[in-house]
């Protein structure tokens, strides 16, 4: 049995103290509430995680000790890189926009192109029609699938204005699009932690915390029991630079998308 | 004819997977040429007989090391000779010329509904290839997901698809002037050397 160690500065949400943070007044952000018939309405059905990803829960502890051994975790890269600070939503509505940016950039890390930073607000503005309001991690990711998202010097993070869709910038969101992607069953923990077992963060949303947040670790807690360790878009002063730890059912995203790879750049 | 046939072999070992050739100059009688191999094994022999010095070609499709008894007449009596042959372990990837320009780059391909391999995310292998150009691209990309990365790139692409012949997840390593294309290896020592081997500043 293996049990990861984390922090002192770690904040662990689990099914004890959730409500403390379902009620943390710097979310600022919803993800609308989804029941699970309205997630398969939606979908209509599920793609799941092809089974070649999958990985049997049986060496999931021996796998979570090797990676935080080695320090080969989605979040030791991210810091070895330097240059990829948390996203920071800034009090807009749009955190179901900006977990799935948060795993754009991710993935974009994991595949060795550049760092580019990506407006989350460049997709979300489009699809909501410009206004400042929740959504869902399937809408957004479909958005960038098929039209691709702006770079911030072209349009500002959390800028919900049409004045930045302009002649360069729907030009160049076409560099930013995602060929590969997934869709996981809701509640689905075999999903979860095989993807990020091999290192593909997932955007993770939640109907009691109204919230959506990019997963990027999983996490051993002992005795058959996993978390995910996420990263935050409320900035880097959430937490642990803007991480924080997700367990129990808690930690059972109630819809999730994952892109598996991303336009290559130069 | 004066002298001793002499017969030209292979003094290295040669690899698994083609033919030796065993040419004996100076018969004075072709047509008496015969040969056997000892130990007798699934080593098969084929001769060549529109020269006048017969050529045997043996094919090295078992590895070990045998000996090749060839016999014929000479001035009324047998002329032998013995060649002792050694068939080595297939050739390990040949690292062909990969004349992919601008400097050190490094690509590899793999199937992102594969399971990864764990030496992608090695920190050790990440830090040496921090700024520096590479690259971990899937594999089913088509053009029209290349449009915006250089012609080098593009380049680099096509020869992995090409030379890997499915094999995943397959690494190019460059420095412009020569290059490995091969698959990925599996630990990170095997992988830093290959690295290093062509990042020649």
Known sequence: MYVSQFSSNEIIVDDDNFHRFAEDPVVGGEQMSRGMEEWRLAWGSYASVPQSLMIPRSEWDERIEEMERTRSRISDMTDAVGNLPVLNQNGTNYCWINGVVRCFELTRMVQGEPTVRLSPASAGGPIKNYRNVGGWGDEGLDYIVKHGVVPVDLWPPNAIDRKYDTEESRKKRKEFMVPEWTELRPRNEDELISLLLNRIPVAVGFNWWRHLVCAVDPVALGRGQYGTRIDNSWGPQWGENGRGILKGTRHLPDGAVCIRSVTPGE | ?201
Do not use: C, H
């Not at chain 2, 499709?61 to 080595?88: C, F, H, P, R, Y």
């Not at chain 2, 012609?151 to 094999?167: H, I, M």
């Open chain 2, 1 to 201: 004819m004066s002298g001793q046939p002499i017969v030209i072999a292979p003094t290295d070992a040669v690899p698994v997977g083609g033919f030796a050739d065993v040419e004996i100059q100076g018969l004075s009688d072709p047509g008496s040429l015969a040969w056997t191999v000892v130990p007798e094994t699934r080593v098969r022999v084929y001769s060549a007989w529109n020269s006048k010095d017969p050529i045997l070609a043996i094919a090295t499709n078992t590895e070990g090391q045998w000996s090749l008894i060839i016999a014929a007449i000479e001035d009324g009596k047998v002329w032998q000779e013995k060649v002792v042959l050694t068939v080595g372990p297939p050739p390990g990837p040949e690292p062909p010329p990969v004349p992919v320009p601008g400097g050190f780059r490094v690509l590899i391909i793999r199937e992102t509904e594969e399971q990864a391999s764990g030496v992608l995310f090695d920190p050790d292998v990440r830090a040496f290839l921090k700024d520096k150009k590479w690259r971990i691209w899937d594999d089913d990309y088509v053009e029209s997901n290349l449009q915006f990365v250089s012609d080098t790139w593009k380049k680099a692409y096509s020869l992995a698809k090409e030379q890997s012949n499915g094999v995943r997840p397959w690494i190019i390593v460059s420095n412009g002037k020569e290059g490995a294309s091969q698959p990925l290896p599996t630990d990170k020592t095997a992988l830093l050397e290959l690295l290093r081997k062509y990042d020649v500043r």
